[in-house]
């Protein structure tokens, strides 16, 4: 059973920096040899959750234009982890950030959160101004 675990979340001010994680335990190699797509999105109060960044098992790598040049999203296939470095943070960042995984198929768009399967409970990260 596949269980996905964030950490690293907190409160920082504005133009700080956080790393979060995701333990994606459980996981091995999806029905298609290894085919899968990972990512982070987050949901600010009262707004739908969107998507922040995501990597597919060909290492296509996509982030959110709000994120781009601040945030970068990696992956240690040893240990099964899946780390989002957030830099600059602003206090538009604030939001509880979840880890996605769909471990079937990769799609076009893998930022669309609808096109994951499992989900974290989620990291609450807080930006001060």
């Known amino acids: 059973q596949i269980q996905l675990v964030e950490s690293g979340g907190g409160s920082v001010q504005a133009g700080g920096s956080l790393r979060l994680s995701c333990d994606d335990s459980?996981?091995?190699?999806?029905?298609?040899?290894?085919?899968?797509?990972m990512g982070w999105f987050r949901q600010a109060p009262g707004k739908e959750r969107e998507g922040v960044a995501a990597i597919d098992s060909d290492g296509r790598i996509t982030y959110a234009e709000s994120v781009k040049g601040r945030f970068a999203i990696s992956k240690d296939n040893t240990d099964n982890i899946l780390y989002l470095q957030m830099n600059s943070l602003k206090p538009e960042d604030t939001a509880m950030y979840y880890c996605?995984?769909?471990?079937?198929?990769?799609?076009?768009?893998?930022?669309?959160?609808?096109?994951?399967?499992?989900w974290g409970q989620g990291t609450q990260v807080t930006v001060s101004s």
């Open positions: 996605a995984l769909n471990s079937e198929a990769v799609v076009d768009d893998i930022l669309e959160k609808t096109d994951y399967l499992y």
């Open positions: 459980g996981y091995t190699a999806g029905p298609y040899a290894g085919v899968y797509m």
